[in-house]
């Protein structure tokens, strides 16, 4: 048969597959994408978001397109949502939308970690964490967290320090001491430099050749898994009854967890609570510090528990029902939760098409909650500019504040995160006070919102 015969006699089969396949639209294809532009083709609109505030790129397409918009940022297509509606579907639906992450970031943290999992092995993780990290689990940590903030508080006494740097080694000391209990002390240094180098490493470029961060935060990395193999092998030894911490929680029989992925969930653990909880602390440095009536009340408040003490001749160091007591300092800690909006927004991938208001998220396509407009948005939040713990003093509008996400991956470690700040606190506003040195404005992102240089100051006693 010659060739323009075989045309002629598959034409109309042709014409009708090309027709249906442009034509005749599948379910999804009915529906418009979200409004928005795309930018340059694979670079997208990145260097638009990331030349300015990330937040002003945010504000800016959302007046323009309202509160569903499409964009295209680092090579990826994405949907970025600021209503509390779309926010709370989008995170409570994980048979819809997957967490996401560069392959070089599940990498260096360990492809194990809670993070990147959906499904049976994720919820066993969470149920495992969450034990950990409850209430009735951490009331017992208050002591131990008590004598880190001293130690803490009396090491930077009379010095320049950099506020977000010596939190770190705060939020650090704590995360270990919830991790590995007791013998924290006895694996804090060799962590704390494999780590550090990790973290160094984090955000670089993903280049694995000798001499490159990338690659110095790999090797790292390999060195903190086999000092945590030597840990948990060490554990064994020890009778389980001796320990309630992160690491006794995964090592339980019943948890059926490999060396290997208790070894990337506490390098994770260790990530998830270390800069972010550090970022919030020295955000309320800042904002006590340019607020000196709630300095006061806070002050007053802390002072007041102090008193109690005394008068009912109670044991000194603090309890749970003490911190149960520090309203005033709990919505200090809500609203810069609220302002400062350290985890800006996060990330998801549609796992098939997604109808959404009358708009199609594509399947692969990223969807990106962003938190930090919905707690700025005068429809949710008053004045949202102004830093004003009081309003806390009604609960704010459903989903509308979500520091610590919600749905599926909602953070385990918020009550953990709550107590150490409250901890910190105490003792910071009863017995110091402290001056703000050089610039006092901007905002870093690195990558979590940061007061600018990680606000340096000076730390005098108040005697
Ligand atoms: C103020 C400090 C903290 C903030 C603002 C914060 C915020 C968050 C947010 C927003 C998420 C959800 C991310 C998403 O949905 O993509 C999250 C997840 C997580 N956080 Fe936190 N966090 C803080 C402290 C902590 C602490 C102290 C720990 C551990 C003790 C911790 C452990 C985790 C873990 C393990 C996850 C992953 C949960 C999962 O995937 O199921 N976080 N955090």
Same mark, same amino acid.
């Given at each position: $048969?010659?060739?323009?015969? %075989?045309?002629?006699?598959?034409?109309?089969?042709?014409?009708?597959?090309? +027709?249906?396949?442009?034509?005749?639209?599948?379910?999804? /294809?009915?529906?418009?994408?979200?409004?928005? @532009?795309? *930018?340059?083709?694979?670079?997208?609109?990145?260097?638009?978001?990331?030349?300015?505030?990330?937040?002003?790129?945010?504000?800016?397409?959302?007046?323009?397109?309202?509160?569903?918009? =499409?964009?295209?940022?680092?090579?990826?297509?994405?949907?970025?949502? &600021?209503?509390?509606?779309?926010?709370?579907?989008?995170? #409570?639906?994980?048979?819809?939308?997957?967490?996401?992450?560069?392959?070089?970031?599940?990498?260096?943290? *360990?492809?194990?970690?809670?993070?990147?999992?959906?499904?049976? !092995?994720?919820?066993?993780?969470?149920?495992?964490?969450?034990?950990? +990290? $409850?209430?009735?689990?951490?009331?017992?940590?208050?002591?131990?967290?008590?004598?880190?903030?001293?130690?803490?508080? #009396?090491?930077?006494? *009379?010095?320049?320090? @950099?506020?977000?740097?010596?939190?770190?080694?705060?939020?650090?000391?704590?995360?270990?001491?919830?991790?590995?209990?007791?013998?924290?002390?006895?694996?804090?240094?060799?962590?704390? /430099?494999?780590?550090?180098?990790?973290?160094?490493?984090?955000?670089?470029?993903?280049?694995?050749?000798?001499?490159?961060?990338?690659?110095?935060? $790999?090797?790292?990395?390999?060195?903190?898994?086999?000092?945590?193999?030597?840990?948990? &092998?060490?554990?064994?030894? =020890?009778?389980?009854?001796?320990?309630?911490?992160?690491?006794?929680?995964? $090592?339980?029989?019943?948890?059926?967890?490999?060396?290997?992925?208790?070894?990337?969930?506490? %390098?994770?653990?260790?990530?998830?609570?270390?800069?972010?909880?550090?970022?919030?602390?020295?955000?309320?440095?800042?904002?006590?510090?340019?607020?000196?009536?709630?300095?006061?009340?806070?002050?007053?408040?802390?002072?007041?528990? %102090? /008193?109690?003490?005394?008068?009912?001749?109670?044991?000194? *160091?603090?309890?749970?029902?003490?911190?149960?007591?520090?309203?005033?300092?709990?919505?200090?800690?809500?609203?810069?939760?609220?302002?400062?909006?350290?985890?800006?927004?996060?990330? /998801?991938?549609?796992?098939?098409?997604?109808?959404?208001?009358?708009?199609? %998220?594509?399947?692969?396509?990223?969807?990106?909650?962003? +938190?930090?407009?919905?707690?700025?948005?005068?429809?949710?939040?008053?004045?949202?500019?102004?830093?004003?713990?009081?309003?806390?003093?009604?609960?704010?509008?459903?989903?509308?504040?979500?520091?610590?996400?919600?749905?599926?991956?909602?953070?385990?470690?918020?009550?953990?995160? =709550?107590?150490?700040?409250?901890?910190?606190?105490?003792?910071?506003?009863?017995? !110091?006070?402290?001056?703000?040195?050089?610039?006092?404005?901007?905002?870093?992102?690195?990558? +979590?919102?940061?007061?600018?240089?990680?606000?340096?100051?000076?730390? !005098?006693?108040?005697?």
């Amino acid at each position: $048969m010659e060739l323009a015969t %075989i045309l002629c006699f598959f034409a109309p089969f042709l014409f009708l597959v090309i +027709f249906k396949s442009f034509f005749s639209p599948s379910k999804g /294809r009915e529906l418009p994408l979200p409004p928005g @532009t795309m *930018g340059w083709p694979y670079i997208g609109e990145t260097f638009q978001m990331y030349s300015q505030d990330p937040n002003v790129f945010f504000s800016t397409k959302i007046k323009r397109y309202g509160s569903i918009f =499409k964009s295209h940022i680092l090579g990826c297509p994405c949907v970025m949502i &600021s209503s509390p509606e779309a926010a709370k579907f989008v995170l #409570n639906k994980p048979q819809l939308f997957k967490p996401t992450f560069p392959a070089s970031k599940e990498r260096m943290l *360990g492809k194990q970690a809670i993070f990147f999992h959906q499904g049976a !092995y994720h919820a066993n993780l969470r149920r495992l964490v969450l034990r950990t +990290f $409850m209430p009735d689990a951490i009331k017992d940590k208050i002591s131990n967290i008590e004598s880190v903030v001293q130690s803490c508080l #009396n090491s930077w006494e *009379g010095k320049s320090i @950099t506020t977000f740097l010596e939190m770190k080694t705060f939020t650090f000391k704590v995360a270990l001491l919830s991790i590995f209990g007791k013998d924290e002390i006895l694996y804090r240094e060799d962590l704390k /430099r494999c780590y550090y180098t990790l973290e160094r490493g984090y955000n670089s470029m993903p280049i694995n050749v000798p001499g490159t961060l990338f690659h110095k935060a $790999m090797k790292a990395r390999k060195e903190l898994a086999q000092i945590l193999a030597q840990i948990i &092998s060490t554990r064994r030894n =020890k009778k389980p009854e001796e320990y309630n911490d992160l690491l006794s929680s995964f $090592m339980d029989e019943k948890a059926g967890l490999s060396d290997e992925q208790i070894a990337d969930n506490i %390098i994770g653990v260790i990530f998830a609570a270390r800069d972010t909880t550090a970022s919030v602390l020295t955000w309320i440095v800042k904002y006590l510090g340019e607020n000196p009536s709630v300095l006061e009340a806070v002050t007053e408040e802390q002072e007041a528990i %102090i /008193r109690d003490k005394e008068e009912s001749c109670e044991e000194m *160091g603090l309890n749970w029902s003490d911190t149960k007591k520090m309203l005033v300092t709990s919505r200090v800690i809500q609203e810069t939760l609220r302002v400062a909006s350290i985890l800006s927004f996060t990330f /998801r991938e549609a796992m098939e098409d997604v109808e959404y208001q009358g708009y199609l %998220i594509p399947k692969g396509w990223k969807v990106l909650p962003l +938190f930090r407009n919905i707690h700025h948005s005068a429809d949710n939040f008053k004045e949202p500019q102004k830093f004003d713990p009081s309003r806390f003093e009604v609960a704010p509008k459903p989903n509308t504040f979500m520091p610590f996400g919600n749905g599926t991956h909602a953070c385990p470690g918020n009550e953990l995160a =709550k107590l150490e700040i409250l901890v910190l606190l105490h003792h910071l506003t009863t017995k !110091y006070r402290w001056s703000v040195i050089g610039a006092k404005n901007g905002i870093q992102y690195g990558p +979590f919102a940061l007061p600018q240089n990680g606000l340096p100051i000076t730390l !005098y006693s108040k005697k």
